[in-house]
């Protein structure tokens, strides 16, 4: 079975009444990673959000579609039984509770009632990414995300991610804030998910994320598109040279958009 | 307009239900004392609660009840704060006015540990409950409804632990409103002798949503030096019933006193949860959760008094409060002059989830000392948009991570229950209320 496709078509999105994207298009297809890349300001993490429907971002124009169906017409929840699946910058603390608690009625709400993974099981498949993540296991009873360090909160999304099996994952700065070696394991999750079932859009403005994950894709987004694309030469390119030589080629003197974008 | 609070008792009946509990006669004459008070004292005035229209005069005063013969026996609407597979032994039933049931381990009875209803504490350890009732803790005369208390007492429990005893398992005791007009004017007395532990675990209950009735109880906890004293409840009083719960706590040197409460009630309710840290370097924290649903209004106190020196109060509310229903939750931290080295902190919060209901957190407070540390955070509002964001995120539906939400705020207290029957009675409670 091929994976999904998910297609962006000239999405513009405002928050709180300024226009942060001006018209992205992009396609992201099972099998496929895909780098989004650019500076601080240009509109990358608008993208993220828009996409899984954060409540403070309002699409004024364009679609967005998974595997032909509107995704802009589902709540949230729905978009993630839909298969998408977004790993946050800053993902929210709860307190009261538990990480296991949490995970469980993740796992859950993308299988059909009646068909509730068991307690045994999902253990077993907890524990298991845990190690992979080298995560450690105090972690499932505490609260979730409450007082956890960057690098742990980071872990806790990509084992959500390895526990609920996405479609198409989108990374929100995955590696923001992490130290080398949690960035190796980091990648190493991200990389376990890969294959012809699954979707990843990448978003970073380091090039150092993409040493340990290859992108098969990368966009360069600035002002509120995506202004360049090309295979991972590009990056490559990005961490010889920096940002400069684009912004001259395309006759960009400054890159951001909006204010807090 | 005064409330009305003419009451059919008088001091004939006050005698002659005194005399036929067999109760000591100090116990009867402070109980006329109380009545003699109780005509020229004033109500409470609750901060920001009018109680004016409060139901406190329709009850029945005086209703018996059988015993059971086994827990067995018991509906299952009782049953479910045991734990039937492993029977506590250390548990007391109340049924109305009436003890059902009692038990204590043979081991704690050896060790001089007392768990009785207050009938039979005042027949055998008479000396004991006049040392501690209504003295160090909570005066006759406070208010009307104090000095009521004391005339009109009819029920509760009496907790003795001897010196240097530490009991690891709990003592239990349920007040089961049986009776849809019982009064309710239960005596708690719980006594940690010096460097001695327990935990004490109890559960309020009735089911009347028509008829009226009222509860009015008084809780005195005394940990003297050294001890540790562990206090959970959960009040589930019915719509019908008014509340007036008076819990008190006393700590002396380096004495301990955590309060867990689950305050579910239905009806109005006034709760004061006042803890006087006596000794140096003594403890309280003072934990409540609550839910208020429908019309009902409740006034929250939630205070600690430091007078020793490098003593801590620690208080946290956190509240719920949907479709018409309004709380106060006063949050008090008062430092006295030389309590130095003191801490008083404490965080009130409240989740509003219905454009109808109404809570204010009530932050205080007071200090007349320099060299202390103090601090309070509050908070009202509805459910952090992005924290259900995040859930749904994951899949969750709205109403799923909302539940989630609210179960977590109310967790502080929950997950301190140490009984798990009642632990998993009140996750039941506050699920059948939220929903």
Known sequence: MAGSTLEIKDLHVEIEGQEILKGVNLTIKGGEFHAVMGPNGTGKSTLASAIMGHPKYEVTKGQILLDGEDVLEMEVDERAQAGLFLAMQYPSEISGVTTSDFLRSSVNAHREEGDEISLMKFIKEMDGAMDYLEMDKNMAQRYLNEGFSGGEKKRNEILQLMMIQPAIAILDEIDSGLDIDALKVVSKGINKMRSEEFGCLIITHYQRLLDYITPDHVHIMMQGRVVKSGGPELAQRLEAEGYEWIKEELGIEDETVGQNA | ?435
Do not use: C
């Open chain 2, 1 to 435: 307009m005064t409330v009305e609070t003419k009451l059919p008792y008088d001091q004939d009946y006050i005698r002659s239900f005194s005399a036929n509990r067999n109760e000591p006669d100090w116990m009867q004459e402070l109980r006329i004392k109380a009545l003699e008070l109780a005509e020229g004292l004033e109500m409470p005035k609750p901060d920001k609660t009018s109680i004016k229209r409060w139901n406190f005069h329709d009850f029945k005063h005086d209703v018996s009840a059988e015993t059971i013969p086994s827990l067995k026996d018991l509906p299952k609407e009782i049953q479910v704060f045991l734990d039937m597979e492993n029977l506590n032994e250390n548990l007391v039933i109340q049924r109305n006015q009436s003890v059902a049931y009692k038990s204590l381990s043979s081991q704690l009875e050896e060790q001089g540990v007392i768990l009785t209803d207050i009938q039979t504490a005042l027949e055998k350890h008479s000396d004991l409950v006049q040392r501690y009732y209504m003295k160090d803790a909570v005066q006759i005369d406070e208010h009307k409804l104090t000095a009521l208390h004391t005339a009109l007492m009819n029920g509760g429990v009496f907790v003795y632990v001897p010196k240097n005893v530490q009991i690891e398992e709990p003592l239990q005791a349920i007040f089961w409103q049986e009776d849809p007009e019982a009064a309710t004017f239960n005596h708690v007395i719980v006594v940690a002798e010096a460097n001695s532990s327990l935990t004490y675990v109890e559960n309020y209950i009735s089911k009347n949503t028509d008829e009226n009735a009222v509860a009015n109880i008084v809780t005195e906890v005394i940990a003297h030096d050294n001890a540790n004293i562990n206090f959970g409840s959960v009040d589930n009083f019915s719509k019908g019933t008014t509340v007036y719960v008076n819990r008190r706590g006393v700590a002396y040197r380096d004495a301990k006193i955590e309060w867990n409460l689950g305050q579910m009630n239905d009806g109005n309710t006034i709760s004061d949860n006042t803890t006087h840290l006596i000794g140096d370097n003594s403890y309280a924290y003072a934990k409540t959760v609550s839910v208020g649903r429908g019309e009902q209004t409740q006034n929250f106190t939630a205070k600690i008094v430091n007078y020793g020196k490098q003593s801590e109060g620690l208080i946290l509310q956190h509240g719920v409060m949907k479709e018409a229903a309004s709380a106060i939750f006063n949050g008090i931290g008062k430092i006295e002059h030389g309590a130095s080295k003191s801490n008083a902190e404490q965080e009130s919060r409240v989740l509003m989830l219905s454009k109808d209901s109404r809570g204010d957190a009530n932050p205080i407070l007071l200090i007349d000392e320099d060299d202390v540390t103090a601090g309070h955070a509050a908070s009202v509002g509805r459910v952090d948009p992005i924290q259900l964001y995040y859930l749904m995120s994951r899949g969750i539906s709205k109403q799923e991570a909302e539940r989630l939400i609210i179960h977590g705020f109310l967790a502080p207290v929950v997950r301190e229950i140490p009984i798990e029957a009642v632990r998993n009675q009140l996750t039941e409670v506050i699920e059948r209320k939220v929903y």
